[in-house]
Structures are given as C-alpha cells and as structure tokens.
C-alpha cells in the first residue's frame, strides 16, 4: 500500500468495485487501503481494539474476554489458541 492508496497491483479489484458499484476510483482506492489496513491488524493490535470495543458497549472483562477469545478463531491471522490469562497480559501490557 502506498501513501495515496492501495499499490497498483490491486488496479484490476480497482476496476472490478468500480464496475460493479456506484463507487469511483478514488472511492473504490479509499476501501481498498481500509479493507487492507482491517487485515493487517496483529493478533495483540486486535485484542487491544476489541476489548475497548467491548468495553465501550457495557461488556465487562469476563464477557469481553470470552467474545474475543471466541472471535480469534474467525480472522485471517493464524493465532494460537490464547487463555483468558493471555488476553488480559496483552490488554494491560
């Protein structure tokens, strides 16, 4: 990804949205680096968002703790299975 966008090797996705949404390139360039930035997210970037995610909404540590554990199953990082003990070092390290 460069400065003003996705790097070029992602013209034909840029083609494609453009195409086939009401998006224009520089919409469709603006998803694009979100989308990537979203996935490049680490497994402790991604603990630490959730939890204030959770937290915001009401969820106390317990419950936002499990949820989170639950949701590292589901995303694109290969993470190992982490206790409930290993969330919390991440969160409050």
């Known amino acids: 990804m460069t400065a003003t966008g996705p790097s070029p090797s992602f ?5 494609h949205l453009v195409r ?3 998006l224009t390139p520089n919409e ?7 989308v990537l930035r979203y ?18 909404r009401g969820l106390h540590n317990p419950q936002a703790f ?7 199953s589901h995303r694109r990082f290969v993470s190992p299975a982490l206790s409930l003990r290993q969330l ?3 969160v409050y390290t």
């Open 66 to 72: 499990e949820r989170i554990s639950e949701e590292l």
């Open 28 to 34: 469709a360039d603006r998803v694009i680096a979100e």
């Open 88 to 90: 919390r070092r991440i």
């Open 11 to 15: 013209g034909e996705l840029r083609t």
């Open 20 to 22: 086939t949404t009401s």
């Open 39 to 56: 996935f490049d997210e680490d497994v402790p970037g991604f603990v630490r968002r959730r939890h204030r995610e959770l937290q915001a």
